[in-house]
């Protein structure tokens, strides 16, 4: 904040005008950080969710002593899904992948098969953004990620 207050010129620029190309540069000098679209870096987004399949109840009205009889599945079918959205470098593109996984839960298995699929979708480094979920800390996926750094 110090270097913004004092403004662009004490900062090396001929102007005092702060535009973002010199924000980023007073960043990446005195950070030693950089922007993802600079790393040409795709980011992604990944998170799993599931849907169970059940019949919605409702009251509804009848005759006396006539109780009606709604007729449903004895089973309910689930569906997981893994999801992964992306962002290209300059933010031109958009993306969004999925898997769908009828009667099954994500493991570990199903996010490194996903993350491979997105491999052959994205060219470039990727920045993944996730939760610490125990399918994404398990050991598959560790060898997985080492294997594709």
């Known amino acids: 904040m110090r270097i913004l207050s004092e403004g662009p010129t004490e900062a090396g620029h001929e102007t005092n005008l702060w535009t973002l190309k010199r924000i980023r540069e007073v960043i990446g000098r ?27 109840t409702a009251r509804t009205w009848a005759p006396k002593e006539k109780t009606p009889v709604l007729l449903t599945a004895d089973s309910w079918t689930k569906v997981s899904a893994i999801s992964i959205m992306t962002v290209s470098p300059r933010c031109r593109r958009r993306g969004l992948h999925c898997q769908f996984h009828p009667n099954k839960n994500i493991r570990a298995g199903q996010v490194a098969e996903c993350l491979d699929r997105l491999l052959h979708h994205l060219r470039g480094h990727i920045v993944l953004s996730w939760d610490r979920g125990l399918s994404h ?7 997985f990620l080492q294997k594709h750094p």
């Open 30 to 56: 005195e950070f030693g950080v950089c922007y993802a679209a600079e790393l040409g870096t795709h980011v992604a987004f990944v998170d799993e969710t599931g849907f169970l399949l059940v019949p919605t």
């Open 137 to 143: 800390r398990a050991k598959c996926v560790g060898r």
